[in-house]
């Protein structure tokens, strides 16, 4: 079992060089709201991620994930 | 009551905003008059036609009117029917051997559009369980044919073969996959390394579905696209096209080796459930491929006017969407949409029509002007429509 607070840092390690409005981030901060992101931002993260974790996440996913903390957990459960 | 319509605000606002800058609607133009492929009259003026996916110039070729007008006297206007049931005639077979005979692949299956042939076929063989992977610059008859189908959609950045190869690996190997690439991408004219991309893909036990709707009949020794070009045809299981680009008409297709693939023709639900073309338009395009098949003084026409033109833009000063001539497809890169739209329209005033494009069709936020070449544009043209692009890129300041 990951820890998630090691998940989350990684994260948001992650989220660093695409958060260009330095929001800060919590479980509850959100992709298109807080942090303001369009699709090709979303793409080039999801591929960050992705690559970290080994991990695939789908569009399918993708589009049922808002949050930092929604990401967070699917990671976990991807890595699992 | 919630107005359904307030999701549109944004775009609607965004195009009164443009307008107001007293630009021409790009997005509205009408052609009165179409003399030929390459000239047409839009606003009493004659223009030139550089925004067409007419490469081959074949939409004014006499055999293929005559064969249409024929096909019209003798069966009627249209079929009022499904494919399936009352409206397969004989020249929607006989586009389908003319298919089979471009292609030298067994089996061949005609649909109502392009469009609509990605949304079948894409949505009909990849369903639950399986995953499609895809490029993430695909065209939006691709993104709708996953969101139609029920397959766990893959997107990997655009033309990169290790991006492709790793998310390949990630998946279960005992899933079903299907990979979905294009010969060229049409918003930037560039052209896949499907070379690359088909043998990781066939590696990771994939399926293989190309997209050449922008390369039939000019690119390949047969004309049969990037993947002849390439030499890894015969590694692709299904090739999707288009009669409304090089054959000058208008319909779709799939052609394909596989042994079970006429079985789609009941599965399918784009191709069962709409009308079949009209007898005129499959007469017509039949004439039209098996022209293609010996249209190799056009196709090198073409090239000449596609490399002529790509660097005289690029010595005018102009950005452009790739480094070398890759296809028929010259994109020009504009600051924004603005500017763009300006761009376009004072090319229109001076009697050219380019394509302009913009977001989401575009990748990467761009605004473009879009030029698509065809193989009956004379080398005077091609020299106008560098002289026309240096007056409107003086003029709105893009080139200096």
Redesign the interface.
């Known amino acids: 079992m990951t820890d998630r607070q090691t998940v989350f840092d990684k994260v948001a390690e992650l989220i660093g060089p695409f958060n260009k409005k330095g929001a800060d981030l919590s479980d509850a901060t959100t992709f298109q709201h807080d942090l303001e992101w ?3 931002t979303v ?1 080039d993260f999801v ?1 960050a991620v ?2 970290e974790f ?3 996440i ?3 996913m993708q589009a049922e994930i808002e949050t930092v903390g929604q990401l967070v957990d699917a990671v976990i459960k991807l890595g699992s | 009551m919630t107005d359904l319509f307030s999701k549109f605000d944004p775009l609607i606002q965004q195009r009164e905003n443009l307008l107001a800058t007293g630009v021409r609607d790009p997005f509205s133009l009408v052609m009165d008059e179409v003399k030929s492929p390459t000239v047409a009259v839009c606003n009493g003026r004659e223009t030139i036609l550089l925004g067409t996916y007419n490469y081959m110039g074949m939409t004014f070729d006499p055999d293929v009117i005559a064969a249409g007008k024929k096909a019209f006297d003798e069966f009627g206007a249209g079929t009022t029917g499904s494919r399936v049931l009352n409206g397969t005639f004989r020249d929607h077979r006989d586009v389908e051997e003319a298919l089979k005979e471009f292609y030298a692949m067994d089996h061949a299956m005609v649909f109502s559009t392009g469009y609509q042939a990605n949304l079948g076929i894409i949505s009909t063989i990849a369903g639950k369980g399986d ?1 499609i992977i895809l490029d ?1 610059d695909s065209h939006a008859s691709i993104y709708d044919g ?1 969101k139609m189908g029920d397959a ?6 655009h033309n990169d073969v290790e ?1 492709l190869e ?2 390949l690996k ?2 279960p190997p005992e899933a079903g996959k299907l990979v979905v690439l294009e010969g060229v991408y049409s918003m930037l004219g560039d052209v896949a390394p499907l070379k690359e991309m088909i043998r990781v893909s066939k590696e990771a036990g994939a399926m293989v579905l190309v997209d050449e709707a922008h390369s039939m009949g000019f690119i390949g020794e047969h004309g049969r696209g990037v993947a002849e070009e390439q030499g890894v045809i015969d590694d692709v299981d299904f090739i999707i096209g288009t009669f409304s680009k090089s054959v000058g008409t208008v319909g779709g297709f799939c052609v394909s080796n596989h042994p079970k693939f006429e079985v789609m023709r009941l599965v399918c639900r784009p191709y069962v459930f709409t009308a079949a073309l009209p007898p005129s338009v499959m007469a017509s395009s039949a004439t039209s491929i098996r022209k293609l098949m010996h249209g190799s003084n056009k196709r090198a026409h073409l090239w000449e006017n596609s490399k002529t033109l790509h660097k005289g833009l690029r010595d005018l000063g102009f950005k452009l969407g790739t480094e070398t001539p890759q296809s028929a497809i010259i994109a020009v890169i504009m600051p924004d949409l603005e500017r763009g739209a300006m761009m376009w329209a004072t090319l229109l005033e001076n009697g050219l029509y380019v394509n302009l494009a913009r977001p ?1 069709a575009t990748p ?2 761009m605004t473009l002007l879009r030029c698509s070449l065809c193989a009956e544009h004379t080398a005077e043209q091609v020299s106008d429509i560098l002289k026309r692009f240096e007056i409107a890129g003086r003029a709105t300041g893009i080139i200096s």
Do not use: Q, Y
Not at chain 2, 152 to 157: C, I, K, M, P, Y
């Open positions: 369009d699709s090709l793409m591929a992705e690559d080994d991990i695939i789908t569009m399918n | 995953f993430i996953c766990e959609v893959v997107a990997f950045r991006a790793k998310r990630r998946l989401p990467a936020g």
